[in-house]
């Protein structure tokens, strides 16, 4: 009888602590920028895995999907006007948007910051930023497992996640990854093109 | 019972697990104060930031960069007054090893002035607050936090001056 008492103190304070926790979790505004049911990932296990769909609005304040992107290969890249890693990256970004946009890549960066959608606007303009700019949500953060700024993650074609990298890495790295993407979805679009044909 | 009590914890603990604060700056204690009503004293409040990490200073070098920030909310009786936040060292980054930042990294103290409403009691008071910091490692950053600070003051009452006595001079014998 009394074990059973304790029982049911220790489960109430087990549930009030969940329903606690799952208050506290649930940050950002009401409506879920995320679509679908992909499941979060964390930046160390991104590979392989499914990139979560998600609509945020860009700088113009135009819906932006990142499934709209698909047939391209994506470099989604999370960054922030205070961090000093993501601004020493940016100039690199935009060299490899110009090289490789022509190829089909498509350099997508999420704004993690609170300083608001003209401070972004500024800054972007600023760094001469010439890929897409979107005003980012925690909840897209949290669904990547971005864990710190800059957070980059390579997305091929068909929208899975071929490499990611947390912090900042080399230029070269960058390319490579680029490289990578372009050239693993281009060979896959290739074989699944002969399988048709053969098919047919 | 006991089966019970672990398949609880084993159900609570991802919880925690999944919302765990990374925390970059603890705070570290604040310096025994004693107040006396009327008569304002500084109490210095020290933090530590995790070795590999820095924070910007309370004067950052850019308007984009979020400054270190302290936010004291005092009981009734005590009063906030000025906060006097050390000067950032002056330091660059192998990230940009062309730009100097104003941080702070490894411990960092700052000066609380307090004060007593002349008509509060004696005894401990509870201070709570907050620091607001954002932290960087040497290739990241961390979106901003803010972590508690709790510390006591003692108020004290007044010396008083014996009426009626003349003081003596130092010349008579």
Known sequence: MKGNAVAIVVVTLVVAVMIFAGVKSSRGPKVSPMIGDAQPISSTDAKGKQAPDFALQDLQGKQVKLSDFRGKAVLLNFWATFCGPCKVEMPWLVELQKQYGPQGLEIVGVALDDSGKETIAKFAKEMGVNYTILQGQDAVGDAYGAVGLPATYYIDRRGKIIDSALGLVSRSEIENNIKKSLTESKSEAETANNRGKAAS | ?173
């Open chain 2, 1 to 173: 019972m006991k089966r019970i009590f672990v398949i609880l914890t084993l159900i609570a603990s991802p919880l925690f697990g999944a919302d765990s604060p990374r925390v970059y700056v603890s705070f570290e204690g604040a310096t025994p104060a004693t107040i006396t009503p009327g008569k304002p004293a500084d109490v210095e409040l020290h933090f530590k930031v995790k070795e590999g990490f820095h924070v910007n200073s309370n004067q950052p070098k850019s308007e984009l960069l979020i400054p270190t920030t302290l936010k004291l909310e005092p009981p009734t009786d005590l009063a906030t007054g000025s906060i006097i936040y050390p000067p950032g060292k002056d330091l660059s980054f192998p990230f940009d090893p062309s730009e100097k930042l104003s941080v702070y990294s490894d411990d960092f103290t700052v000066t609380a002035k307090m004060s007593a409403a002349k008509a509060a009691g004696t005894g401990n008071f509870t201070v709570h607050g907050q620091l607001r910091y954002q932290a960087c490692s040497d290739n990241a950053c961390f979106p901003p936090k803010s972590i508690s600070v709790q510390f006591d003051v003692q108020v004290v009452n007044q010396p008083k001056r014996a009426h009626g006595t003349t003081p003596q001079s130092p010349h008579i014998k």
